[in-house]
């Protein structure tokens, strides 16, 4: 995982480098418990926690692409796609599991669309807000990716 950290650090994550990751869980007859732990279940330390919720069905979140912030993204109510983009390859991955996560390295453009009614989108990173740190223009975050 440090290999991939590093190498998504300097700059040169691609759409590959984006993974779905099961995340530990714990069930019995109360319900189910599922963990993440920073640098043990994410290759990343956790610095930042939020959560999008009260979507309009079908509604969309996001376009934009983070120079340096590392994400996970967990779907704990709910489904939604989500719209990666490296540039040059593009997919899309429609998160409907709370025991799953979607590992988001820097340097991606990411839309959230589609959502159903009363989805909620969990976002662990690896980062402090910093508006800075966003390319919110997409002809700006190609021109970036591009050096
Ligand atoms: C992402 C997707 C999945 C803050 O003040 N602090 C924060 O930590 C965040 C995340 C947002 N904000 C403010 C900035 C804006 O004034 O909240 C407002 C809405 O943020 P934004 O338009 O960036 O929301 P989304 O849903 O488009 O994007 C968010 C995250 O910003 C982004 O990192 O990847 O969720």
């Known amino acids: 995982m440090e290999t991939e950290r590093t190498i998504a650090a300097a700059g040169y994550a691609t759409i590959a480098g984006c993974?779905?990751?099961?995340?530990?869980?714990?069930?019995?007859?109360r319900g189910s418990i599922t963990i993440v732990e920073g640098e043990q279940d994410v290759p990343f330390p956790i610095e930042r926690?939020?959560?999008l919720h009260g979507v309009p069905a079908g509604g969309s979140r996001g376009g934009h692409g983070h120079?340096?912030?590392e994400q996970l993204l967990v779907a704990v109510a709910g489904e939604f796609d989500v719209?990666?983009?490296?540039?040059?390859?593009?997919?899309?991955?429609?998160?409907?599991d709370p025991g799953t996560g979607l590992y988001i390295p820097p340097g991606i453009w990411r839309e959230l669309e589609a959502f159903a009614a009363g989805s909620v989108c969990l976002v662990l990173a690896s980062m402090l807000y910093d508006a800075?740190?966003?390319e919110r223009d997409y002809a700006d975050f190609l021109a970036w990716r591009s050096g």
């Open 49 to 51: 926690v939020y959560h």
């Open 83 to 96: 719209l990666l983009d490296d540039g040059a390859e593009r997919r899309i991955v429609r998160l409907d």
């Open 19 to 29: 993974r779905l990751i099961p995340l530990r869980t714990v069930d019995d007859p």
């Open 67 to 69: 120079r340096r912030l």
């Open 132 to 134: 800075a740190d966003y």
